[in-house]
């Protein structure tokens, strides 16, 4: 006794909505810049992005500074797949370029994505009861933010 057995073909396009492009994903691109910061100051890169669909942010930003100093990052729309996390200090030191990829994903938005670096201060030394801390290195005046796409 032989049995047959029905054979159901699918075409991949018929799930996926009849189309290749559920598989291709948009980029964003970081509006690259330049800004100096003192204290107190942000510098925000504006991201453009598809309104509609999330979208692949891969940039990079260098920050530098002549002293130490910390700088918070910020964001919006932006979720980040690397560090740093909005929110997250990014502390310099004394003439070192920091080098931070930028890689994550861009919410669908009406156009307001962006990332921001906000100097936020100096740090200060660690001093314990009966030590001498007058000569803690003196911080930074300013902070380079410089930012692009990969």
């Known amino acids: 006794m032989q049995h047959i057995w029905p054979v159901i073909v699918i075409s991949f396009g ?13 980029t964003a691109s970081l509006v690259d ?16 992005s598809a309104a509609s669909q999330s979208s692949d942010l891969h940039a990079w930003c260098e920050l530098s500074a002549g002293g130490p100093a910390t700088v918070t990052f910020d ?3 932006y979720v980040p797949l690397s560090e740093p996390a909005v929110g997250d ?11 931070i990829e930028l890689q994550g ?25 009966g030590m001498k801390c ?9 902070v380079k933010v410089r930012c692009g796409n990969d």
Request: aromatic letters at 8%; proline letters at 3%.
């Open 89 to 99: 200090i990014v502390t310099l030191a004394a003439g070192k370029i920091r080098r």
């Open 14 to 26: 018929a799930v996926l909505g009849g189309t290749s492009a559920a598989w291709s994903s948009q």
């Open 75 to 77: 964001g919006d729309h």
């Open 33 to 48: 810049g330049q800004h100096i910061l003192h204290v107190g100051e942000t510098a925000e890169f504006a991201i453009k």
């Open 105 to 129: 994903t861009i919410e669908a938005n009406d156009g307001n994505a962006y990332v921001a670096f906000a100097f936020t201060g100096v740090p200060t030394a660690m001093c314990f009861p």
């Open 134 to 142: 007058d000569g803690a290195a003196s911080g930074a005046r300013d």
